[in-house]
């Protein structure tokens, strides 16, 4: 595989579970809205203000973005798995959770550069396994 589409794959995974994340706090929110919403005199306005937010929450599409994330994941995680400590734990911090070069740079010992150049051995590696 190329390394290419590691990187690709990997930010699509992370985007994926940041955009899973986001829309189960939204669910949250509604959720707690319609339960206040319920819990109020029925007038015409909180009847459309039920409605509204019971729209909403049926527009959101969590179960397929939690499908295409665990595909994703499930592709990688054996991959990752098999990578020593280190590595994983670079990869999975800068990859898939975001974590800056920097900052995983400053808790390992290593410099924003140096970290870089880990990263592009790690996702040379990953290729070569899947």
């Given amino acids: ?37 319920r819990s109020k005199e029925q007038t015409e306005e909180v009847r459309e203000a039920i409605e509204r937010t019971e729209k909403a929450l049926a527009s959101l599409d969590i179960a397929d973005d939690i499908q295409r994330a665990a595909a994703l994941e499930a592709r990688y995680m054996e991959a990752i798995s098999r990578l020593d400590r280190l590595d994983r734990a670079i990869i999975l911090d800068g990859y898939i ?3 800056p070069y920097w900052k995983i740079g400053r808790s390992i010992g290593y ?20």
């Fill in 1 to 37: 595989m190329e390394e290419e589409i590691v990187k690709k794959e990997l930010r699509q995974l992370r985007t994926i579970a940041y955009s899973v994340e986001r829309q189960l706090e939204v669910k949250r929110k509604h959720e707690e809205r319609l339960e206040v919403l």
């Fill in 97 to 99: 959770n975001g974590t």
């Fill in 111 to 130: 410099s924003e550069r140096g970290v870089q150049k880990r990263v592009r051995i790690i996702v040379k590696r990953l290729a070569e396994m899947l």
